[in-house]
């Protein structure tokens, strides 16, 4: 096997490597955007919370 097979065996390698890490991120990202706003729910009632404990300090002071 000459030098120019290993480069381009390598270049191959590469290429399919990057193929299926982007494969993977896109998989990934259409899982998130199908996922329930469970989590988005559960920040909002966080906020809600935090807010209503910081009035409930400010009426007692």
Known sequence: MGMKDQFQDKAKDL??????RMDQGK????D???RPDEDVERTG???RDRM?????Q???A
Do not use: F, I, N
């Open 27 to 30: 998989d990934q990202a259409r």
């Open 58 to 60: 400010d009426y007692d």
């Open 45 to 47: 009632q966080g906020a």
């Open 15 to 20: 290429a399919d490597k990057a193929k299926e």
């Open 52 to 56: 209503d404990r910081e009035m409930d």
């Open 32 to 34: 998130r955007g199908q």
